[in-house]
């Protein structure tokens, strides 16, 4: 889906000019399925970009359709997704229940509708995540938990928290996501989730997090942007000074004639 707009730079980051909008890209997915009680849980999570500088990438939907091993449709979902910023990526995961054992599960997407942001792509800084860890589960699961921050003077209402698995080689192999409510400046929240059905599936060795607006519109990302970010602290240190620098190494003296 593409359309010629005619763009103007905001807060002189670049000039008026025409862009032809790119679809957004589809980096990564998977799913896995387990039994569970009374059916069968389908999970997957994937990793969408937005190629398009000035744009959110908003009204995104995921359907994912499973089917067992005679090709009958046991599972189907339609998934809306949150708005994707400028220039930026959507994490994601979801959850289903089948009736039967799928083989097949295939996730596809709905193109987004675009909308320009209000503000530069800068201006939309990441939620930032603290004291996370990934602990394993006896049953195969995996308990992650963090506090997630808010780099903007006005309070963000609702974040959606995901957490995706990788294994040694850096390969997707689960997630899970969450909602922390009310989150102020210099105040984190802490956050709590567990990424199910994950068996089989190899040693875990790196969890990426992030946070995200909830919605699939992306304003009340950009009023959090337009409130404005946070300066850097300014708050004197409170440990005296060492009594000599560290890092401090004499040059040596030139005794050449």
Request: proline share 8%.
């Amino acid at each position: 889906m593409a359309a010629a707009t005619l763009l103007a730079g905001c807060g002189g980051d670049e000039p008026q000019r025409k862009q032809t909008l790119k679809p957004l890209v589809i980096r990564e997915q998977t799913s896995s399925v387990t039994q569970g009680t009374g059916g069968y849980v389908v999970t997957w999570a994937g990793v969408i970009s937005n190629p398009n500088r000035w744009y959110f990438g908003e009204n995104v939907a995921a359907t994912v359709v499973g089917r067992d091993a005679v090709g009958k449709e046991v599972v189907r979902m339609e998934q809306p997704l949150d708005a994707v910023p400028p220039a930026g990526s959507l994490k994601f995961t979801g959850q289903a229940m089948a009736s039967a054992r799928p083989v097949d599960v295939k996730v596809t997407y709905k193109p987004a509708q675009w909308r320009q942001a209000a503000r530069i792509p800068s201006a939309f800084v990441p939620f930032p995540i603290s004291a996370a860890i990934t602990e394993k589960l006896g049953n195969g699961s995996y308990l992650v938990t963090g506090a997630v921050g808010n780099p903007y003077q006005k309070a963000a209402t609702s974040l959606v928290v995901t957490a995706l698995l990788r294994d040694k080689d850096g390969r997707l192999v689960g997630g899970a996501s969450t909602y922390v409510d009310d989150v102020h400046a210099g105040t984190p929240r802490r956050f709590v989730l567990t990424v199910d059905s994950l068996n089989g599936a190899g040693q875990v060795a790196r969890t990426d997090i992030t946070a995200r607006t909830w919605g699939s519109s992306g304003r009340p990302y950009e009023e959090l942007a337009m409130s404005g970010a946070l300066p850097p602290s300014t708050v004197k240190p409170k440990t005296p000074p060492f009594a000599r620098d560290r890092g401090y190494q004499a040059m040596p003296v030139d005794r050449r004639p």
